[in-house]
């Protein structure tokens, strides 16, 4: 299939035929990872969700449980 960039909006779109979406199995409201490797540009469906631990991982985060920081005593306006 050949397509075009066309602008839409602030910014550039293009548009997919209804035969390459169903061929691909994607629908409207899909969730699809775009990616550049080699300087092509992928798409693809998302097949799962992602667990909160796996998106977590995704910023190097660890899931609780988490201890209060203890901060000292207010000070200034901090006061209520």
Do not use: C
């Amino acid at each position: 299939m050949t397509t075009q960039i066309k602008t839409w909006g602030n910014s550039q779109g293009i548009r997919l035929s209804k035969d390459l979406l169903l061929e691909a199995q994607i629908t409207a409201d899909d969730i699809l990872d775009v990616f550049v490797l080699n300087g092509d540009i992928i798409i693809r469906k998302q097949h799962k969700h992602k667990t909160l631990e796996e998106r977590a991982a995704a910023y190097a985060g660890k899931l609780g449980p988490y201890q209060e920081f203890d901060w000292g005593s207010p000070v200034g306006r901090e006061i209520w």
